[in-house]
């Protein structure tokens, strides 16, 4: 059933104004696929456009403040934490990006998290495409939620 959907077929808010408050938590990933070169310029901080994962997480924590602005039929939340981490992997010439997203509230926060996933992969992207445009972002997804009627969930 989508949730989404009026009686008319027609896109619509969920109304949560019944639904209780209680803590959520969802945990998003991805990845992006750079090489050797782009990956050492990071480590080494000689990008032109600046500290690239610095100003990528600082993407990712607005983004996630910012989804209900991007995503229509968000709601707008009160978020209480917002966390981005990245590894890198010399090996595959890869960073992954895990953000977690926090908040006391009436509905989830998993658009949130892969929102902030989204973004900062997006501006990693868009500080190292100078360098090439052969880099590719995947696997974004959720990887855990908690709170809500429907409780917990992980992959």
């Not at 509905?107 to 996933?117: C, F, I, N, P």
């Not at 900062?120 to 908690?146: E, P, V």
Request: charged residues 25%; proline residues 1%.
């Amino acid at each position: 059933m989508f949730t989404h959907i009026d009686k008319n077929g027609d896109a619509n808010m969920v109304d949560v104004s019944k639904k209780n408050d209680t803590l959520r938590e969802a945990i998003a990933k991805g990845s992006i696929i750079l090489n050797e070169e782009i990956i050492n310029a990071i480590i080494e901080n000689r990008n032109n456009k600046g500290d690239v994962l610095s100003t990528s997480r600082l993407a990712g924590i607005q983004a996630a403040k910012k989804t209900s602005d991007l995503i229509p039929l968000a709601h707008n939340l009160n978020l209480t934490k917002i966390e981005i981490e990245f590894s890198i992997d010399n090996k595959n010439n890869t960073i992954d990006c895990k953000g977690l997203v926090r908040c006391f509230g009436k509905t989830g926060v998993e658009m949130e998290a892969l929102t902030s996933v989204s973004v900062a992969l997006l501006t990693i992207y868009d500080m190292c495409k100078s360098f090439s445009k052969n880099l590719s972002i995947s696997k974004i997804m959720l990887l855990k939620k908690s709170g809500g009627k429907s409780g917990s969930w992980s992959k």
